[in-house]
C-alpha cells in the first residue's frame, strides 16, 4: 500500500507536469498577436511573397523563407526554410514567428494544421495571376504594418497592367507553345501567368484553349498545333531534346525557331511581369527575323 509520503510525492509530480504544460500552452497563446496588429516575425513560403515583401518595404520583418526565394538579392540572406509545399514545420517554429505566409495547396494543410496547434499564426495567400499581384500586394501591406506603400505599389502596378491590356495587338501576331519539359511534353495552358505574359507581349499560345496552368500533351498534338515559334521557358541555350528525331515532326524545331527567356520574372508573378513582357516581346520579334 502507498505509504502518505510516496503520495505527497506522486501529487508533487503531477502538480509540476501540470504546471509545465500549462507554461507552454500560455507561451504558445500568447505568442499569436492579434489580427490586427502587423507582424514582427514573418516566415514566407512562397517566392511571389517574399518578393513583394520587399517590394512594400517589409522586407525585414521576414525571418524565413523557402529555398526558392531569390528576389532581390537581399532575400538570400534571410534564413531558408527549405521547400514552401509540404514544409518543414519544425524548421519553420524554430525561426519563432509571430505570422507564416502560405500557398493553399493541398500539400500544405499538414503543416498548417500543426503550425495552428503551435499557436503560429498562418495567412493563406493565392498568387496564380497578375491580378492576384495587386490584390496579394494591398493585403500584405496591411499584415506588415506598410499599407501606404502597398497601396501605391498595387496602385501603380494595377494602372499599368490595364494600360498594357487595353494596348491594342499588333498586326501579323506569332503563335507560340509554350513548353516546360519535353517527356512527355508539357505546356502552358490559359490557367498560367506565363500565358498572360505571352498575351501581353502580342503572341498567340496555340494552347490557350486550356484552362489549366499546364497540361501533358502528345507530339501529334503539338504538330497539329503547329506553333510559329517555341517558348522555352528556363532554357539559356537550346536543349538536346530538339535533336530527338520525333520532334523533327514539329516544324518550329525543323526550322530552330526557338525564343530563350529565364530569369525569375518569368517564374511566378511578381510587379515585374510587365519589364517580363517587353522582354518576351523583344525576343520573339528577334526569333522571327
Same mark, same amino acid.
Given at each position: ?12 509530480? !503531477? ?23 502587423? !507582424? ?32 532581390? !538579392? ?129 503572341? @498567340? ?13 502528345? @507530339? ?9 515559334? @517555341? ?35 518569368? !517564374? ?22
Amino acid at each position: 500500500m502507498r505509504s502518505a509520503l510516496e503520495t505527497r510525492r506522486a501529487l508533487s509530480a !503531477a502538480w509540476s507536469v501540470a504546471a509545465v504544460l500549462t507554461v507552454a500552452l500560455l507561451s504558445c497563446t500568447s505568442a499569436r498577436p492579434p489580427a490586427d496588429v502587423p !507582424a514582427g516575425r514573418v516566415v514566407s513560403l512562397s517566392p511571389s511573397f517574399t518578393e513583394l515583401a520587399f517590394a512594400v518595404g517589409a522586407g525585414d520583418r521576414l525571418v524565413g523563407r523557402t529555398a526558392w526565394c531569390d528576389f532581390p !538579392a537581399a532575400a538570400r540572406d534571410v534564413p531558408s526554410v527549405g521547400d514552401g509545399l509540404n514544409p518543414n514545420v519544425e524548421a519553420i517554429a524554430a525561426r519563432r514567428p509571430d505570422l507564416v505566409l502560405v500557398y493553399p495547396s493541398a500539400a500544405n494543410q499538414g503543416a498548417l494544421a500543426q503550425l495552428a496547434q503551435l499557436g503560429v499564426r498562418t495567412e493563406q495567400l493565392r498568387v496564380d495571376g497578375l491580378d492576384d499581384v495587386v490584390t496579394v500586394t494591398r493585403r500584405l501591406g496591411a499584415l506588415l504594418g506598410a499599407r501606404d506603400r502597398a497601396e501605391q505599389l498595387a496602385d501603380r502596378f494595377a494602372a499599368a497592367l490595364d494600360s498594357a491590356r487595353a494596348a491594342a495587338p499588333p498586326e501579323g501576331r506569332p503563335t507560340v507553345l509554350l513548353l516546360t519539359w519535353d517527356q512527355p511534353p508539357i505546356v502552358i495552358g490559359a490557367g498560367s501567368f506565363q500565358h498572360e505574359l505571352v498575351t501581353l507581349a502580342g503572341a @498567340i499560345n496555340v494552347f490557350a484553349d486550356l484552362p489549366q496552368p499546364s497540361a501533358q500533351v502528345s @507530339i501529334e498534338t503539338i504538330v497539329a498545333r503547329d506553333p510559329e515559334l @517555341i517558348v522555352l521557358l528556363g532554357a539559356e541555350a537550346t536543349p538536346a531534346w530538339t535533336t530527338r528525331p520525333e520532334w523533327q515532326a514539329v516544324r518550329a524545331v525543323r526550322e530552330r525557331r526557338f525564343v530563350h527567356v529565364s530569369g525569375s520574372a518569368f !517564374a511566378r508573378p511578381s510587379p515585374r511581369a510587365l519589364d517580363a513582357v517587353r522582354q518576351l516581346r523583344r525576343a520573339v520579334a528577334e526569333a522571327r527575323r
